[in-house]
């Protein structure tokens, strides 16, 4: 991992004491849980002549540079949430960043939630999350780290996935928080390999859609808990409209589009812009 070393696997349950709240960063961090129930890692840093908002602010921009992705923000009451972007088997995961007011300073806290049956080593856990609260600054140099991070987003390069994989990738994340899925999956790109089951005109352009079962009754190998699958369907980008009315059903596709919309109770995710990947 490029963030935590998080590992999903064998349980292992480490007695850390919690470390009470001090003038550092590290001296704040405190571990909580274990990975039976859920391990948390919290560490937060108070800041002289800076205001909650101006905080997250900031923050925004340390974690987009980091390679965090913005989940949502709330600037105006110091509240944001990021994610770490999934990895192999492993899960996003979120952290929860508050800023509060203390007279004319501000108190930062990050909170990283990781979820039952993961585990990360304690020292990286603190090494990361103080990496990014001891970037926060007061006074000038605050608000204009702020303004300038007003407009960063994560330049993520397109995913490649099988549709089957996606499908099941979605469907998992839904079933678990679907309120979440468009925030995590919004501004991405992705290069989805698979067959089709059909093209239809979609307004003013065609709509491509992933040969992809309804539900997991059709396969013989599932991951997670739940049935529907997510269906997948791209929008082909201007001059592609030949491309589409080329195809058939069963036809082996490989599109690259952004996300655009996802319907949780029709389970249905559809992407943008799509044309032919290289």
């Not at 007695?15 to 909580?32: L, M, N, Q, R, Y």
């Not at 780290?145 to 995913?159: G, T």
């Not at 979609?202 to 049935?227: C, N, Q, V």
Request: aromatic content about 8%.
């Amino acid at each position: 991992m490029r963030y935590f070393d998080v590992l999903v696997g064998a349980i292992l349950a480490l007695a850390i004491p919690s470390t009470a709240v001090g003038a550092t960063c590290e001296d704040s961090f405190v571990k909580k849980g274990n990975e039976l129930s859920g391990l948390r890692f919290i560490a937060e840093i108070a800041v002289e002549d800076l205001m909650p908002p101006t905080a997250i602010g900031q923050m925004r921009g340390i974690a987009v540079a980091k390679g965090y992705d913005i989940i949502t923000e709330e600037a105006e009451y110091g509240s944001m949430l990021i994610e770490q972007p999934r990895s192999g088997s492993v899960r996003p995961f979120p952290i929860v960043v508050t800023a509060t007011s203390e007279g004319g300073a501000s108190r930062v806290k990050l909170e990283a939630k990781l979820f039952r049956g993961m585990f990360a080593g304690v020292e990286n856990a603190k090494t990361e999350l103080c990496s990014m609260l001891n970037k926060v600054q007061g006074g000038p140099a605050g608000i204009e780290a702020a303004a300038r991070s007003k407009d960063a987003v994560s330049a993520n390069a397109p995913s490649v996935s099988a549709s089957m994989t996606l499908s099941q990738q979605i469907s998992q994340e839904a079933a678990s928080n679907a309120a979440i899925v468009p925030s995590r999956y919004r501004g991405k790109s992705y290069t989805i390999k698979g067959r089709v089951a059909y093209v239809i005109e979609d307004a003013d352009s065609y709509r491509i859609a992933y040969d992809i079962p309804e539900t997991t009754s059709d396969l013989a190998l599932h991951i997670g808990k739940f049935r529907f699958l997510t269906q997948i369907s791209c929008i082909v980008a201007k001059g592609q409209s030949a491309y589409a009315l080329s195809l058939k059903k069963g036809s082996s596709i490989k599109l690259t589009g952004q996300y655009r919309d996802f319907d949780q109770f029709k389970h249905v995710m559809w992407f943008d812009g799509c044309r032919p990947a290289e």
